[in-house]
């Protein structure tokens, strides 16, 4: 699914040049559950924002399903990331006015979806992250991981092949962390592609192959390994 060869990002912060990722490459296939691991300032998030067509890189290659992004247009890149791709954050983001199913119909408002069909697949992805009795509360009524459940929710309501979830756990205790981990083992064993980018440690052992950064490099890339 993803084919990452030789990337180069930098970046221009004040009089420094940053150099976020010196040459990575990576390649991930489908139904793979990855985690991208390293301490702050490893190009964690610049590598997670290239693969979800966030950001694009200075130099290099990146196939996405056989695709070469930097070739597409833009229009093109909105199309997969409203299509292909969800995204998980640490922070939420919530609208804060918006009931939990609000929240994760906006997706498909995007795709010009109809009231009627739009709900029901909402309502069907919100049973299915456990929250079919929370549809109505605001942000405000539910607890983090219940929110941060409304958040799946609303990455995976248009059936994307891949998730990017950067941090998701950050915001949350440790119990409720492995409750989203789980969920997230869930989606994986029914063929979602999960790719989780995280500092932890124990976090990244959930997942089935570990690609460690430091410095922008890639220095570790391994199945099932703590590094």
């Known amino acids: 699914m ?3 060869s030789d990337i180069h990002k930098r970046y221009q912060m004040g009089p420094t040049m940053v150099n976020a990722l010196g040459g990575v490459s990576l390649q991930i296939e489908a139904g ?7 301490p702050s300032g490893s190009g964690k998030s610049t590598l997670m924002n290239i693969i979800g067509c966030l950001d694009s890189p200075d130099s290099g290659s990146y196939l996405l399903a056989g695709e070469e992004v930097a070739e597409l247009a833009p ?4 199309e997969i990331r409203n299509l292909r791709v969800g995204f998980v954050f640490q922070t939420f983001n919530l609208l804060p006015r ?3 199913l609000e929240n994760v119909e906006l997706p498909l408002i995007y795709r010009g979806i109809g009231a009627r069909r739009r709900r029901a697949t909402a309502q069907a992805m919100l049973e299915r992250v456990g929250l079919d009795d929370r549809m109505t509360h605001l942000p405000t009524e539910l607890s983090g991981g219940q929110s941060q459940r409304v958040a799946i929710a609303r990455a995976l309501v248009g ?4 998730i990017l979830a950067d941090e998701p756990t950050g915001a949350l ?12 083992e869930e989606l994986n064993h029914d063929g979602v592609t999960l790719i989780l980018v995280t500092h932890d440690n124990a976090l990244a052992a959930h997942a089935d192959r570990l690609v460690r950064l430091l ?7 391994r199945a099932g390994v703590i590094v």
Not at 32 to 38: C, H, K, L, P, R
Not at 173 to 184: K, P, S, V, Y
Not at 215 to 221: E, K, S, Y
């Open 173 to 184: 205790d440790t119990r409720t962390g492995e409750e989203i981990m789980a969920l997230f």
């Open 2 to 4: 993803i084919h990452i």
């Open 32 to 38: 793979e559950f990855v985690a991208i691991t390293g």
């Open 98 to 100: 918006a009931t939990a």
């Open 215 to 221: 410095d922008g490099l890639i220095v570790d890339n």
């Open 75 to 78: 229009d093109d890149l909105a």
């Open 159 to 162: 059936g994307p092949a891949l």
